[in-house]
């Protein structure tokens, strides 16, 4: 399997563009994980769905974040409008069900907004 | 809430040297314990979990870590460390109930002199 597979690497916008994340979690596995990385605040989960279902975003820092799963091989984080405070390293996660399984992250997006 | 500390934000150590993160989490109850590890640039590697059993449990590239519920400690250890360890390392918790989301601590940063 080829892992979790993020896109873009990398990516610098202007402030006040819509910015648009995606990942392709590891296929058979139901459950997707959004979390950020920033020298502030460490790693923090933004947004977990199961079953393409959102479970948990409360930790989407405000309206400005969207995150969608369409299928159960695709999702999206959306920035819109993009502001310099949300540049940081955003990393797709997915996992199995079942209690003794762990998550497996992309290689994350690192965000510049200038 | 769940909290995880990792007191060292940054540790030094000689090629072939021992080395021991700590890490310390608060929580209800016993919860699933994680170290992962992050490379320049990349995404994060588990390297190994904690569910239940077994106390000591065994990793990737030569890493353990040992659970100790009386200190609610979940150390990193391995006995001679390598230059291509260096990297940050993260213990993540996670509930051992439905919950799937993983809590982070701060990381470390390893350097390993040659």
């Known amino acids: 399997d080829a892992g979790v597979i993020q896109s873009p690497r990398h990516e610098v916008t202007e402030m006040g563009q819509e910015v648009t994340l995606r990942c392709k979690p590891i296929?058979?596995?139901?459950?997707l994980f959004w979390y950020r990385q920033t020298m502030m605040r460490g790693l923090e989960l933004l947004i977990y769905f199961n079953n393409n279902v959102p479970i948990d975003d409360s930790g989407m820092p405000e309206d400005r974040f969207s995150a969608k799963m369409p299928n159960a091989s695709f999702s999206t984080l959306k920035i819109q409008p993009s502001e310099p405070r949300d540049s940081a390293v955003y990393f797709c996660a997915s996992s199995l069900t079942g209690p003794n399984t762990e998550a497996f992250f992309g290689q994350g997006t690192r965000l510049t907004v200038v | 809430a769940q909290s995880v500390t990792q007191p060292d934000i940054h540790i030094t150590v000689s090629e072939g040297a021992s080395l021991e993160l700590r890490c310390n989490y608060s929580?209800?109850?016993?919860?699933?314990l994680f170290w992962y590890v992050q490379s320049p640039g990349q995404g994060l590697q588990l390297l190994l979990k904690y569910f239940s059993g077994d106390t000591l449990v065994q990793g990737i590239k030569g890493f353990e870590a040992e659970f100790k519920r009386s200190q609610s400690s979940f150390n990193l250890r391995k006995p001679s460390v390598h230059w291509s360890d260096a990297a940050e390392y993260f213990c993540a918790v996670r509930p051992s109930g439905s919950a799937r989301q993983l809590t982070f601590g701060s990381g470390t940063q390893l350097t390993v002199l040659p």
């Open positions: 929580y209800g109850a016993t919860p699933y």
């Open positions: 296929s058979g596995h139901d459950y």
